[in-house]
């Protein structure tokens, strides 16, 4: 069982409920089909199964959309009651391609290349015209069997039926043999599942392909040349991870992670430069210049910064070079003035200087007495011309 796994179908079985089916016979077609399912790989990505039942009137018992798993789908056979009266074969069929070979009850795509097989199970001579019905069922890509029970016409079921006759046509003696017909199904819709078998010499995954396989990796790893065995991926080469800055191998997965001064976003694949400056994530002592992701330290003005590229000093202001007066530089915290030698004097600009410009100023008692003593000169000047004339 394990080594036949049938391809998927979108599988619908037409079954005659006339009067010339007896309700014991009836549920011996309700049996073949309850087997014929339990064959089958059943599910909504594999065969997907219909079921009509027809006399006089055609009424379908469940379309390829309703159930997808085998306990469903027999037990809804199991409540089916036949219709009885005509064997209307050519309006059954077309009611098929009608109601039930459509997206919209179920069928798939074209895209999806599902074969589209009815299964047509009778047991007399159809009462309307089959031939051309089938005709078109068949160009419009429907295979067909014809499975003949008892009285069937045998020239109708190879009327209806798809080539090569002898594969499609099937004949049973009795309703009570029917079951025979499952395992020749079954053959019929089988592909054989060479993984399942053990025979292949995958290391990793085999994936059987028409009747061969194929060798596949986990994910992670990746087929090596020889087609058998695997080798882990590299998952951060170029082009097999999502990440923006850094990926990280991480067995046979990854981890994404940022460059120095960004952070790992929400989605975990993209990154933000964050606020290297923010207080608590740098250790400059008094200034923060961000740059690019990353920070530099600096300090304020009248420091310089030490060797260590964090902390500051103050620095000289009055060292050599390092102010502009003209004459005395005078140091003031981490500032400086500028002032002058003895005898100059600052000009307005505040950094040179100038002579300073002294003035004599005598008193009013002081001058009385130079003109004292300036008379006094006058009258001694004036004797001594005197007694040289004598």
Sequence with gaps: DTACKNRPLDLVFVVDSSRSVRPE???????????????????????????????????????LRTYFDKASMKEAISHIEPLSAG?????????????????????????????????????GRPQDQVR????????????????????ADMQSLRIMASEPLDEHVFYVETYGVIEKLTSKFRETFCAVNVCALGTHDCEQVCVSNS????????????????KRTCSAAD????????????????????VCECYEGYTLNPDKKTCSAMDTCAPGR?????????????????????????????TCSAVDMCAPGRHDCE?????????????CYQGYTLN???????RAITSSLITTEESCKCEAIAVLQDSVTSRLEALSTK
């Design 132 to 151: 051309d019905v089938a005709a078109s069922a068949r160009t419009a890509g429907i295979e067909i069997y014809a499975v003949g029970v008892d009285r």
């Design 327 to 339: 004459q005395v530089c005078v140091r003031n915290d981490v500032f400086y003035t500028c002032d």
């Design 235 to 254: 998952m951060c080469a170029p082009g097999r991870h999502e990440c923006e800055q850094v990926c990280v191998s991480n067995n046979s997965s990854y």
């Design 87 to 123: 064997t209307m074969t050519g309006l059954a069929i077309q009611t098929a391609m009608d109601e039930v070979f459509t997206e919209e009850m179920g069928t798939r795509s074209a895209n999806f290349n599902i074969p589209k097989v009815v299964i047509v199970v009778t047991d």
């Design 348 to 354: 307005p600009d505040e950094k040179t200087c100038s």
């Design 211 to 226: 009747g061969s396989y194929l060798c596949d990796c986990y994910e992670g790893y990746i087929l090596n040349p020889d």
């Design 25 to 63: 016979e009836f549920e011996k077609v309700k049996i073949f089909l309850s087997k014929m399912i339990d064959t089958l790989d059943v599910g909504e990505r594999t065969t997907r199964v219909a079921v009509m039942n027809y006399a006089s009137t055609v009424k379908v018992e469940f379309p």
């Design 282 to 310: 740098h250790d400059c002592a008094q200034v923060c210049l961000g740059n690019d992701g990353s920070y530099i330290c600096g300090c304020y003005e009248g420091y310089t910064l030490n060797p260590d590229k964090k």
